[in-house]
């Protein structure tokens, strides 16, 4: 008797050859992206959406032009973080085209869909019993929507803000082009030291991007009223982790009031506060970002501690 | 998945796709060898799962709309999006697709995993009765059939497993070195198919 393996071709749906259209239209939309960069981390809470937003910002200052996806599907925030909430994506013949945020980012994420900021993300479904068999492989297939058929034009960077979890790297591994390269966001403290060090671990083994480095997220605090930097969180050292990981530790992110202020407001922190210690850190990253932009796809190795 | 007709050790075929009705899909496969039908029939899990992968049982004939699976199974949706022209092609799919359970133009769950044919989607009773029409006389170029023995199958064997009993019957008249098939065959095939 004949094994599935025997049998060439599935009776008629063509599933491997529709897979096959869906890689074509993948290669083909990303072919005007010079990079793809995922921005990531196993653990929650530690600043991946403010990194990305405020980076995105501080490449776009220094005239690169700029994307973002919020891979984050039930928890999105790049869109308030970007202040084009409200913006209704255009839908067109070469596919749907995304908001436009402060210096031209273009914003795709899945709260731009919904009827309101605060509604909850929900799919039909004959039955909602047991959805958390299915529901994770709809949300990878609408993120994968949301990256092959949007507009994206031509681009320097896209940046992926990935929901935390040290899976989420791995789970996306089939989307990213060859040069993308991979952010890992932390925070000074071992609790985040842990958990980052196992999902970089496991997208070291298992994710074909460049691991680019290390991001100690609110490594000090800055004072509102004297503007001096004081320790936040006294327990960990980002750069012992980034070499024990052998990745690069691209530098330390300030926390400020303002920082906050301004992903609330959607405004750039790099354009109306350029002078501030955290928004001199994040033009340090996009500066040493610059240089790998740049560079061919293969030779993307960059230097470390640039902020 | 894949189906083998075990009669024939040949893949079978898909024949057409109905539904879903409550959640449940109904994809009729065909061996081309003997005929045999068989209908594959989903529960509301397995719907849902091939559903999230975002491809079309049957075949994709036309390309999907930009973000067609997330608009379409979104249970709300900005009110203004589809105004934007060009943008409402999932929703007039749905409405196309007169066989959805719950009559719901944009908000059919499962029409963008069917193949979108020209054809209307039947009603179920035509699709029973189309499922459970003769499949096509199989191939018989080397045993001959004897009248009687003919008459006797179609009276003693169940038509929905009827295309298998004869390949297999044959098979056996062929490995026995018979050249006809008479009632004294069926009688040694007896214990086969009752037949």
Known sequence: MKTYSDIVGDGGSDILGQVSDIVDALQKRLSTI????????????????????????????????????????????????????????????????????????????????????????????????????????????????????????????????????????????????????????????????????????????????????????????????????????????????????????????????????????????????????????????????????QMPNSQSEIQGDAV | MKFLCMTCDDPMNLQKTEGPHQGSMSVVFQCDGCGWQMAMLTNPMETQAVRSLGVKIGGATVPAEPMEMLRSNLTGVRADLAANGEGSAPAQAAEADAGNEDGAASKCPFSQMLQTGSEETPTRQEFITSVAAPPPEPSSEGVAWTDAAKQRIEERIPSFIRPMARVAIEKYAEEKGYSEINEDVLEETRGMFAA
């Open chain 1, 34 to 293: 010079t990079r793809v960069l995922a921005v990531t981390s196993g653990k929650g809470g530690v600043g991946k959406s403010t990194v990305t937003v405020q980076l995105a910002a501080a490449l776009a200052h220094r005239g690169w032009k700029i994307g973002i996806l919020d891979a984050d599907i039930n928890g999105a925030s790049v869109v308030r973080m970007t202040g084009v909430t409200g913006q209704s994506p255009k839908i067109g013949a070469e596919g749907v085209s995304p908001a436009i945020g402060p210096m031209g980012i273009k914003v795709m994420a899945m709260d731009l869909f919904l009827p309101e900021e605060t509604a909850p993300v929900a799919w039909d479904a004959h039955t909602q019993q047991d959805a958390f068999t299915w529901r994770q492989t709809l949300e990878m297939t609408a993120l994968r929507e949301m990256l092959i058929d949007t507009h994206w034009g031509e681009l320097d960077v896209l940046l992926l803000d990935l929901p935390p979890g040290g899976d989420r790297l791995p789970n996306i591994s089939g989307l990213l082009p060859e040069g993308a390269g991979a952010l890992t966001v932390t925070i000074p403290t071992r609790v985040s030291h842990t958990v980052v060090e196992r999902a970089v671990r496991a997208a070291k083994t298992l994710v074909g991007a460049e691991m680019l480095g290390i991001i100690d997220n609110m490594a000090s605090h800055v004072c509102g009223h004297c503007g001096e930097e004081e320790t936040l969180f006294p327990g960990g050292d980002s750069r012992s982790l980034a070499e024990r990981m052998n990745v690069p530790h691209l530098g330390e992110i300030p926390f400020e009031p303002r920082l906050a202020a301004a992903c609330d407001a959607g405004e750039p922190l790099v354009a109306n506060h350029p002078d501030t210690p955290t928004a001199r850190a994040f033009d340090g990253l996009a500066e040493t970002l610059s240089h790998w932009i």
